[in-house]
């Protein structure tokens, strides 16, 4: 999103300040098996963007994020999401400080008008960890409908991945906290957006990722994802597959993926704005060949309506059922609420 606004001030580049942001508000009913549902309502994100025109080709780019409403008691998350220098000409241009890994559709992109669901699809916490930044530098650029970005990025934590493995890589993310950056990831990312509406992409990442005990060898960490969305037409469909391959950790791989379709149907109900009904079909395994591989392994099944009355502004219902290939498991039945903004 950032980045896009760098772009756009190249043709409509005014001196001073830009501001931004998003937010969203969910409510959430979560039912196991036969028991009681779990209910809550909560402010789930409240984001700023912040930056700053040197020149049409210096800038300065922020992104302050509040999860949850406040931070107390090891509750909520304050986070500096993204606070970096950007140089563009018109065909590269060059990122320092905090950045994000170019990885699948929803790292770059995560504004809630831009997804269907509620909630961001499990897809972008088990196999990409979005939101993931840290401390980094980029080069990225476009040319005959291409765009690319190469990354070079503090790597991951392997205590925080070898502790939490169903998460995939997530408990790995240091945040830009004092980051150890003995280890390195090192992050490519090519799209081709030459097609009004349609994207399609893949990235590759890698590290070393470091543990704290002397004389443990550090997990080794290989992600490589592809991913597609075409939003013209009336049609929104969008495909993100992702596999992440470890040695010397319980789990050999995690893999996943999600599919999305939708139609706009304001037309046919005379109604402004767009109305799409839509299904998903996800599938996450975080911890292939570990011993509880089972227990965690689930596909899922969603039902949605997404209203958009413009643009910048959504309100969203989805209902969805989880199954886990562990038998024993009971069935997760949810239903979503949520109203969502960007601007």
Same mark, same amino acid.
């Given at each position: *999103?950032?980045?896009?606004?760098? %772009? ?14 998003? @937010?969203? *508000? ?5 039912? #196991? ?7 809550? %309502? ?8 912040? @930056? ?34 950007? !140089?563009?000409?018109?065909?590269? @241009?060059?990122?320092? =400080?905090? #950045?994000?890994?170019?990885? =699948? ?13 509620? /909630?961001?699809?499990? $897809?972008?916490?088990? #196999? #990409? ?10 080069? !990225? ?12 990025? /503090? ?36 799209? !081709?957006? =030459? %097609? ?59 893999? =996943?993926?999600?599919?999305?379709? @939708? ?37 899922? *099944? *969603?039902?949605?309506?997404? $209203? ?36």
């Amino acid at each position: *999103m950032l980045a896009n606004i760098s %772009m756009a001030q190249d043709n409509f580049f005014e001196p001073g300040y830009s501001i931004g942001g998003y @937010g969203e *508000m969910h409510y959430n009913s979560s039912k #196991i098996g036969d028991g009681d549902a779990a209910k809550k %309502m909560d402010f789930h994100r409240f984001i700023i963007y912040y @930056g700053y025109n040197w020149t049409e080709k210096w800038s300065f780019k922020s992104e302050v994020e509040l999860e949850h409403n406040y931070v107390k008691d090891g509750n909520g998350e304050l986070e500096l999401e993204q606070a970096f220098i950007n !140089y563009h000409s018109d065909k590269i @241009g060059f990122q320092a =400080g905090v #950045i994000l890994p170019s990885v =699948g559709l929803m790292n770059d992109f995560h504004e809630p008008p831009l997804f269907f669901s509620v /909630e961001r699809p499990e $897809y972008s916490k088990y #196999i #990409i960890p979005t939101t993931w930044f840290g401390n980094g530098i980029a080069v !990225y650029g476009q040319s005959n409908g291409f765009s690319w970005k190469a990354v070079i990025h /503090e790597g991951l934590n392997g205590d925080g991945i070898a502790s939490k493995w169903s998460q995939g890589i997530r408990g790995g993310r240091q945040k830009g906290y004092k980051a150890n950056v003995q280890e390195l990831l090192y992050n490519g990312r090519i799209a !081709y957006t =030459g %097609m009004p509406g349609f994207r399609v992409g893949g990235s590759f990442s890698t590290t070393q990722a470091l543990k704290s005990d002397e004389g443990e060898k550090p997990i080794g960490v290989s992600l490589m994802e592809a991913h597609a969305k075409y939003d013209a037409n009336g049609f929104m469909v969008v495909a993100e597959w992702g596999n992440i391959s470890y040695s010397d950790h319980s789990a050999k791989s995690s893999t =996943g993926y999600y599919f999305d379709l @939708g139609y706009d149907i304001s037309k046919m109900l005379n109604l402004d704005g767009k109305l799409y009904p839509w299904i998903r079909v996800t599938d996450i395994n975080p911890g292939v060949g570990h011993e509880s591989e089972d227990k965690k392994h689930y596909s899922k *099944m *969603m039902l949605g309506l997404t $209203y958009k009355p413009i643009n910048q502004i959504v309100f969203k219902l989805d209902y969805g059922t989880k199954t886990y290939t562990d038998k024993a498991a009971d069935k997760v039945t949810l239903l979503n609420l949520g109203v969502g903004y960007n601007f």
